[in-house]
């Protein structure tokens, strides 16, 4: 069965620091790949996606990026926090050019905390 | 116009009440719907997709009206553990899923 998990689950850091969230996904080939922020009290707001190793689509510009190194793998990177990156960041995957069965799955996500 | 839309609330139900929740959409081309449940502080997960003749779960009724681009989501005999926000979520086929605010349920004693 397919599996995701992403890590850390929680994390506090100082404004203008680096950030470094990474997930994988296991059970499956080729998957759609996603990173997810939700603000306290909020919707989900999809940040980036990606259908394959090395494509990254970016949904809201902002200092965050994202890369897919590896078929499975997907990180979320920032050179310097910002307060206003607190959140909830959860990955997903998805079945890539699957029909109107398609689900998409999220990992445990990661708290982020910028202080 | 947001391209879903849900049921502000919160909803705070008794135990064993009948709580349906409502789910518009905006784009008429979307051909997957599903209901996802979200605990506080965790991950949203998939509770049950949306077929166009409806389809139950147990307790949990999902209906969808493609005319009128309206889903809903009927829990009945509410249980404690039924507390959580639930969130409507449509997709066009080769486009990305399209999450709803979400609507807090909390079922009280």
């Known amino acids: 069965s397919q599996t995701i998990h992403q890590w850390p689950a929680t994390l506090v850091q100082p404004v203008g620091s680096p950030l470094s969230l990474e997930c994988t996904v296991e059970?499956?080939?080729?998957?759609?790949l996603y990173w997810y922020r939700q603000a306290a009290g909020r919707g989900l707001q999809l940040l980036f996606y990606?259908?394959?190793?090395?494509?990254i689509s970016s949904e809201v510009p902002q200092n965050l990026s994202a890369s897919r190194p590896q078929d499975r793998q997907f990180i979320l990177s920032s050179k310097k926090l910002l307060l206003s990156d607190s959140g909830f960041y959860l990955c997903?995957?998805?079945?890539?050019?699957?029909?109107?069965?398609?689900?998409?799955?999220f990992g445990e996500g990661s708290w982020l905390t910028v202080v | 116009r947001k391209e879903v839309e849900q049921d502000p609330g919160p909803f705070n139900v008794p135990e064993g009440a009948t709580v349906a929740f409502n789910c518009t959409y905006s784009n008429s081309a979307s051909q997957s719907f599903f209901w996802y449940r979200q605990d506080c502080r965790k991950e949203p997960k998939l509770l049950m997709s949306v077929y166009s003749s409806g389809n139950e779960d147990g307790r949990f009724t999902a209906q969808l009206n493609r005319a009128s681009q309206y889903i809903s989501l009927l829990i009945r005999d509410s249980k404690l553990s039924d507390s959580a926000t639930y969130l409507c979520?449509?997709?066009?086929?080769?486009?990305?899923?399209?999450f709803g605010p979400g609507t807090r349920l909390s079922v009280l004693p």
């Open positions: 997903a995957w998805s079945v890539q050019g699957g029909g109107t069965g398609n689900t998409i799955y």
């Open positions: 059970g499956t080939s080729n998957p759609n």
């Open positions: 979520v449509v997709k066009v086929y080769g486009q990305n899923f399209v």
């Open positions: 990606s259908v394959g190793i090395g494509q």
